[in-house]
């Protein structure tokens, strides 16, 4: 009865997307106008993201990440001066599929619901009711742009749980979303030599991509750990020397905070085991090595630079940076004290003083400032009980060993993401994270999932078209 239902609700969905599709084409052919042209895109998207989950969330990710490895396509993307993304209709079509789709899927599901999915979705109703509430003050488009850009993100689990439903789903689009972190790798080296043509550009790359690379490292050792991603020690060892020195030469601080949580929690899940632990201790040495010796060949010296960059911890305010951002979190701290419970909604824009003067028009740079100051503390409250509920039902779950290798290792993976983005986010809002919640959708979806169901028997195979994994040890179980 179920899947009748389920059937109908597809044929519905294509049948509705299919007539729009028609009338828009036959309105382009009589009027070429810009408007015409972005309905039409919108609903393209929107049938992509009905029909193909896996296509629009790497497009996704690949068109978030673009922007950022080539100023010329943010420039590009600018050319409105509305702060339009390349990614907004796929986002937009996400959207309408969570609606549409995610509805009668989550009311099926309702009552099988983990704490975490219940308190994530009151989330997002509190979200929508701070979105109507500010319609009216600070205009709608201003609005829905503000929440677009911050949360968008996010909606990325819900849109990851209804569509990613099996342990084969999940896991082929796990292996593309690796891919994508890990291939930016290549293209920062790329863009630096032919773009750039100017090596010292590493050192600009955006944080969010690092981060991201950080995910792909990672889930490529803990899923070569169960031989479930065939990757030679070499090319692993190759891997990591790049990607360490990704990470380490940019100096980003809250990516080496990030990265410190996301190795912690592998340890305390037992998936470094001590060949990797050497291989990564040896290949971070030699990153240093030679970050330092290109350090000096910039005219700079290791030892001060170090020391300058480590002032943000000890002595914040004789740090540019790190006072910059104290300055505008004690702003917005005062803000959010004239209305703690509310907050100010969507489509203020924050309005802080900057340190340095000037009006700005960004977050505060804290992701649980920015929840509190635009939901409160309601809605930071609620954040944070998914968080916390998420992170130890998980480990619920690892521990009855019930899921398919691939589940469980997602299942870790989600751990570390969650762990190591936590972290980051102590110093940057969550906007365009998009492989965070991609990575903590899928554990989500494994956590909404019936093992039963998908496997049959405790600790069973894998389904057909993915490789058997050795058996679970007890060096693969939580501490």
């Known amino acids: 009865m179920t899947g009748n239902i389920s059937a109908l609700v597809n ?28 309905l039409f895109v919108i609903v393209v998207a929107v049938a992509i993201a009905c029909f193909l989950p896996r296509v629009t969330i790497i497009g996704i990710l690949v068109l978030g990440y673009l922007p950022m490895l080539f100023p010329l396509i943010g420039r590009f993307e600018d050319v409105f001066g509305i702060n339009l993304h390349s990614f907004d209709p796929l986002l937009m079509g996400v959207f309408i599929s969570v609606l549409m789709k995610g509805l009668p899927y989550m009311m099926r599901r309702f009552s099988v619901f983990p704490w975490g999915v219940l308190v994530l979705l009151a989330f997002f109703v509190w979200m929508a009711t701070q979105l109507g509430l500010t319609f009216q003050k600070y205009g709608a488009f201003s609005a829905i742009g503000e929440c677009r850009t911050y949360y968008g993100c996010v909606v990325m689990v819900l849109y990851v749980m209804v569509h990613m439903n099996t342990a084969a789903k999940r896991f082929s689009l796990l292996r593309w979303v690796l891919f994508v972190c890990l291939f930016n790798a290549v293209l920062i080296i790329a863009a630096a030599v032919f773009v750039n043509r100017d090596l010292a550009s590493i050192r600009v790359v955006s944080a969010t991509i690092t981060l991201g690379m950080v995910y792909g490292l990672v889930g490529l050792i803990i899923f070569r750990e169960d031989r479930l991603f065939r990757v030679p020690a070499l090319v692993l060892i190759a891997s990591s020397l790049v990607i360490f ?22 340890l305390i899940l037992r998936q470094i085991t001590f060949k990797h632990q050497v291989m990564l201790g040896v290949s971070g040495l030699m990153i240093v090595a030679v970050a330092g010796v290109l350090v000096q060949e910039m005219g700079q010296d290791p030892v001060m630079l170090v020391a300058e960059e480590s002032k943000a911890f000890y002595a914040p305010t004789e740090d540019g940076n790190a006072y910059w951002r104290l300055y505008l979190w004690e702003g917005a701290v005062r803000d959010i004290r004239a209305k703690p419970l509310m907050g100010y909604g969507f489509g203020k824009h924050f309005q802080l003083a900057g340190a340095y003067g000037g009006i700005i028009m960004t977050s505060p740079h804290n992701a649980y400032i ?6 409160g503390f309601v809605g930071l409250g609620l954040y944070l009980l998914f968080v916390v509920f998420h992170f130890f039902h998980s480990f619920s779950l690892l521990r009855r060993d019930e899921y398919v290798s691939t589940d469980q290792n997602i ?13 980051y986010f102590l110093a940057y809002s969550i906007e365009l994270n998009f492989a965070t919640w991609t990575l903590i959708g899928l554990a989500v979806s494994v956590a909404c999932s019936d093992p039963v169901a998908e496997v049959g028997n405790s600790g069973g195979t894998p389904p057909s078209g993915m490789p058997a994994p050795r058996s679970n040890g007890p060096d693969t179980h939580p501490a």
Do not use: E, K, N
């Not at 509705?16 to 106008?33: D, K, R, S, Y």
């Not at 920015?370 to 939901?375: D, F, G, L, V």
């Not at 570390?416 to 983005?421: D, E, K, Q």
């Open 370 to 375: 920015t929840i509190a100051y635009q939901m």
């Open 245 to 266: 020195g990704l990470i380490i030469l940019p100096l980003h601080r809250s990516i080496l905070m990030a990265l410190i949580a996301a190795v912690s929690m592998c």
């Open 411 to 423: 299942l870790r993976l989600g751990l570390v993401v969650l762990s190591a983005a936590h972290v």
């Open 11 to 38: 044929r519905a969905i294509f049948v509705g997307v299919a007539v729009v599709m028609c009338l828009f084409l036959a309105h382009l052919a009589t009027a070429q106008g810009i408007l015409d042209i972005g």
